[in-house]
T-cell receptor, first 109, second 117 residues
Protein backbone atom coordinates (compact mmCIF):
# COMPACT_ATOMS: atom_id res chain seq x y z
CA UNK A 1 0.00 0.00 0.00
CA UNK A 2 1.08 3.58 -0.50
CA UNK A 3 2.44 5.62 2.35
CA UNK A 4 2.32 9.23 1.43
CA UNK A 5 0.29 11.82 -0.29
CA UNK A 6 1.86 14.23 -2.69
CA UNK A 7 0.64 17.52 -3.93
CA UNK A 8 0.07 18.82 -6.35
CA UNK A 9 -0.86 15.79 -8.43
CA UNK A 10 0.15 17.69 -11.52
CA UNK A 11 2.20 20.84 -12.01
CA UNK A 12 2.83 22.75 -15.21
CA UNK A 13 5.38 25.57 -15.32
CA UNK A 14 7.51 27.51 -17.78
CA UNK A 15 11.18 26.80 -18.26
CA UNK A 16 13.26 28.80 -15.81
CA UNK A 17 10.63 28.83 -13.10
CA UNK A 18 10.95 26.93 -9.84
CA UNK A 19 8.88 23.83 -9.11
CA UNK A 20 7.86 22.83 -5.61
CA UNK A 21 6.36 19.47 -4.77
CA UNK A 22 5.17 18.38 -1.35
CA UNK A 23 4.91 15.00 0.32
CA UNK A 24 3.14 14.04 3.52
CA UNK A 25 3.39 10.71 5.27
CA UNK A 26 1.84 8.96 8.23
CA UNK A 27 4.30 6.69 9.99
CA UNK A 28 7.81 6.74 11.42
CA UNK A 29 10.70 6.92 9.00
CA UNK A 30 14.43 6.30 8.89
CA UNK A 31 14.74 8.49 5.85
CA UNK A 32 12.75 9.96 3.00
CA UNK A 33 13.82 9.76 -0.59
CA UNK A 34 12.80 11.45 -3.81
CA UNK A 35 12.76 9.69 -7.14
CA UNK A 36 12.08 10.69 -10.71
CA UNK A 37 10.38 8.60 -13.36
CA UNK A 38 10.26 9.28 -17.05
CA UNK A 39 7.26 7.79 -18.79
CA UNK A 40 7.46 4.01 -19.13
CA UNK A 41 10.81 3.76 -17.38
CA UNK A 42 12.15 2.81 -13.99
CA UNK A 43 12.76 5.27 -11.22
CA UNK A 44 15.93 7.22 -10.71
CA UNK A 45 17.06 8.18 -7.24
CA UNK A 46 17.46 11.91 -6.75
CA UNK A 47 18.15 12.60 -3.11
CA UNK A 48 17.89 11.01 0.33
CA UNK A 49 17.30 12.91 3.54
CA UNK A 50 17.63 11.20 6.89
CA UNK A 51 15.12 11.62 9.67
CA UNK A 52 17.56 13.73 11.69
CA UNK A 53 18.22 16.11 8.81
CA UNK A 54 16.13 19.14 7.97
CA UNK A 55 17.43 20.26 4.60
CA UNK A 56 19.59 18.90 1.84
CA UNK A 57 20.83 20.23 -1.48
CA UNK A 58 21.99 18.54 -4.63
CA UNK A 59 22.61 20.72 -7.66
CA UNK A 60 19.31 22.39 -8.53
CA UNK A 61 17.43 20.26 -6.02
CA UNK A 62 16.57 21.29 -2.50
CA UNK A 63 14.76 18.97 -0.12
CA UNK A 64 13.34 19.80 3.27
CA UNK A 65 12.01 17.47 5.91
CA UNK A 66 9.79 18.32 8.86
CA UNK A 67 9.31 15.21 10.95
CA UNK A 68 6.99 16.99 13.38
CA UNK A 69 4.59 17.65 10.52
CA UNK A 70 5.50 14.43 8.71
CA UNK A 71 6.10 16.31 5.50
CA UNK A 72 8.80 16.95 2.95
CA UNK A 73 9.19 19.22 -0.02
CA UNK A 74 11.25 19.02 -3.18
CA UNK A 75 12.24 22.25 -4.89
CA UNK A 76 13.67 22.24 -8.39
CA UNK A 77 15.16 25.60 -9.24
CA UNK A 78 15.57 27.06 -12.72
CA UNK A 79 13.58 24.25 -14.28
CA UNK A 80 14.33 22.88 -17.72
CA UNK A 81 12.15 21.08 -20.25
CA UNK A 82 14.20 17.96 -19.52
CA UNK A 83 12.90 18.02 -15.93
CA UNK A 84 9.50 16.95 -17.26
CA UNK A 85 8.75 13.68 -15.45
CA UNK A 86 6.86 12.22 -12.51
CA UNK A 87 8.39 12.74 -9.10
CA UNK A 88 7.78 10.41 -6.18
CA UNK A 89 8.64 10.61 -2.54
CA UNK A 90 9.35 7.38 -0.70
CA UNK A 91 9.56 6.72 3.00
CA UNK A 92 11.93 4.14 4.38
CA UNK A 93 11.51 2.46 7.75
CA UNK A 94 13.45 -0.66 8.67
CA UNK A 95 13.31 -2.83 5.57
CA UNK A 96 10.18 -1.21 4.20
CA UNK A 97 9.90 1.37 1.42
CA UNK A 98 6.62 3.05 0.45
CA UNK A 99 5.95 5.47 -2.35
CA UNK A 100 3.69 8.45 -2.56
CA UNK A 101 1.21 9.02 -5.35
CA UNK A 102 3.60 11.23 -7.28
CA UNK A 103 3.53 14.63 -8.93
CA UNK A 104 3.54 14.89 -12.69
CA UNK A 105 5.69 17.86 -13.61
CA UNK A 106 5.54 19.43 -17.05
CA UNK A 107 8.09 22.10 -17.90
CA UNK A 108 7.18 24.02 -21.03
CA UNK A 109 10.04 25.34 -23.17
CA UNK B 1 26.66 4.12 -10.25
CA UNK B 2 24.74 1.03 -9.21
CA UNK B 3 22.92 -0.63 -12.08
CA UNK B 4 19.92 -2.90 -12.01
CA UNK B 5 19.02 -4.77 -15.15
CA UNK B 6 15.47 -5.96 -15.65
CA UNK B 7 14.52 -8.32 -18.44
CA UNK B 8 12.48 -8.49 -20.56
CA UNK B 9 11.41 -4.90 -21.07
CA UNK B 10 8.25 -5.96 -22.87
CA UNK B 11 6.41 -9.24 -23.07
CA UNK B 12 3.14 -10.27 -24.64
CA UNK B 13 1.72 -13.61 -23.65
CA UNK B 14 -1.47 -15.55 -24.00
CA UNK B 15 -3.89 -16.01 -21.17
CA UNK B 16 -3.02 -19.05 -19.08
CA UNK B 17 0.70 -19.02 -19.71
CA UNK B 18 3.43 -18.09 -17.24
CA UNK B 19 5.93 -15.30 -17.58
CA UNK B 20 9.24 -14.89 -15.79
CA UNK B 21 10.80 -11.50 -15.18
CA UNK B 22 14.42 -11.22 -14.09
CA UNK B 23 16.00 -8.52 -12.00
CA UNK B 24 19.80 -8.43 -11.71
CA UNK B 25 22.08 -6.14 -9.78
CA UNK B 26 25.08 -5.77 -12.05
CA UNK B 27 27.73 -4.13 -9.91
CA UNK B 28 26.63 -4.55 -6.33
CA UNK B 29 25.23 -7.19 -4.04
CA UNK B 30 21.53 -6.78 -3.32
CA UNK B 31 20.47 -8.20 0.00
CA UNK B 32 16.94 -6.94 -0.53
CA UNK B 33 14.93 -6.65 -3.69
CA UNK B 34 11.47 -5.20 -4.08
CA UNK B 35 8.85 -5.90 -6.71
CA UNK B 36 6.31 -3.27 -7.64
CA UNK B 37 3.37 -3.03 -9.94
CA UNK B 38 2.39 0.25 -11.53
CA UNK B 39 -0.83 1.11 -13.31
CA UNK B 40 -0.91 3.97 -15.83
CA UNK B 41 -0.37 7.36 -14.24
CA UNK B 42 -0.35 5.87 -10.77
CA UNK B 43 2.22 5.25 -8.10
CA UNK B 44 4.17 2.09 -7.44
CA UNK B 45 2.32 -0.54 -5.47
CA UNK B 46 4.64 -2.76 -3.49
CA UNK B 47 3.93 -6.41 -4.21
CA UNK B 48 6.62 -8.16 -2.21
CA UNK B 49 9.97 -7.82 -0.54
CA UNK B 50 12.54 -10.52 -1.03
CA UNK B 51 15.69 -11.12 0.93
CA UNK B 52 18.41 -13.32 -0.45
CA UNK B 53 18.06 -16.91 0.68
CA UNK B 54 14.69 -16.55 2.37
CA UNK B 55 11.04 -16.51 1.39
CA UNK B 56 9.56 -13.34 0.04
CA UNK B 57 7.24 -11.25 2.16
CA UNK B 58 4.09 -10.46 0.23
CA UNK B 59 1.87 -7.46 0.70
CA UNK B 60 -1.71 -7.94 1.70
CA UNK B 61 -3.85 -8.85 -1.28
CA UNK B 62 -0.98 -10.17 -3.40
CA UNK B 63 -1.36 -13.85 -4.18
CA UNK B 64 1.93 -15.56 -3.46
CA UNK B 65 0.99 -18.62 -5.51
CA UNK B 66 0.31 -16.44 -8.52
CA UNK B 67 3.31 -14.16 -8.23
CA UNK B 68 6.23 -16.43 -7.46
CA UNK B 69 9.35 -14.66 -6.28
CA UNK B 70 12.75 -16.24 -6.03
CA UNK B 71 15.84 -14.48 -4.69
CA UNK B 72 18.40 -17.25 -4.93
CA UNK B 73 21.50 -15.12 -5.07
CA UNK B 74 22.72 -11.68 -4.07
CA UNK B 75 22.45 -10.49 -7.65
CA UNK B 76 19.31 -12.09 -9.01
CA UNK B 77 15.64 -12.09 -8.17
CA UNK B 78 12.88 -13.40 -10.40
CA UNK B 79 9.16 -12.77 -10.51
CA UNK B 80 7.04 -15.39 -12.24
CA UNK B 81 3.46 -14.50 -13.09
CA UNK B 82 1.75 -17.87 -13.24
CA UNK B 83 -1.36 -18.58 -15.31
CA UNK B 84 -1.47 -14.99 -16.45
CA UNK B 85 -4.80 -13.32 -17.17
CA UNK B 86 -5.57 -10.03 -18.93
CA UNK B 87 -6.04 -8.30 -15.57
CA UNK B 88 -2.38 -9.06 -14.81
CA UNK B 89 -1.38 -6.76 -17.64
CA UNK B 90 0.66 -4.00 -16.03
CA UNK B 91 4.07 -2.44 -15.64
CA UNK B 92 6.23 -4.40 -13.22
CA UNK B 93 9.33 -2.81 -11.71
CA UNK B 94 12.02 -4.27 -9.51
CA UNK B 95 14.40 -2.44 -7.27
CA UNK B 96 17.38 -3.47 -5.23
CA UNK B 97 19.15 -2.23 -2.18
CA UNK B 98 22.77 -2.92 -1.43
CA UNK B 99 24.17 -4.30 1.75
CA UNK B 100 24.34 -0.92 3.45
CA UNK B 101 20.75 -1.14 4.61
CA UNK B 102 17.82 1.21 4.95
CA UNK B 103 19.79 4.42 4.59
CA UNK B 104 20.84 3.62 1.09
CA UNK B 105 18.80 4.44 -2.00
CA UNK B 106 16.96 1.93 -4.11
CA UNK B 107 18.22 1.21 -7.59
CA UNK B 108 15.51 0.45 -10.09
CA UNK B 109 15.29 -1.65 -13.18
CA UNK B 110 13.65 -0.10 -16.22
CA UNK B 111 10.51 -2.11 -15.78
CA UNK B 112 8.68 -4.81 -17.73
CA UNK B 113 5.52 -4.04 -19.66
CA UNK B 114 3.40 -7.19 -19.50
CA UNK B 115 0.45 -7.57 -21.83
CA UNK B 116 -1.73 -10.65 -21.50
CA UNK B 117 -4.00 -11.31 -24.44
Amino acid sequence: SQQGEEDPQALSIQEGENATMNCSYKTSINNLQWYRQNSGRGLVHLILIRSNEREKHSGRLRVTLDTSKKSSSLLITASRAADTASYFCATAFNNDMRFGAGTRLTVKP
Amino acid sequence: GAVVSQHPSRVICKSGTSVKIECRSLDFQATTMFWYRQFPKQSLMLMATSNEGSKATYEQGVEKDKFLINHASLTLSTLTVTSAHPEDSSFYICSARGTTGTNSPLHFGNGTRLTVT
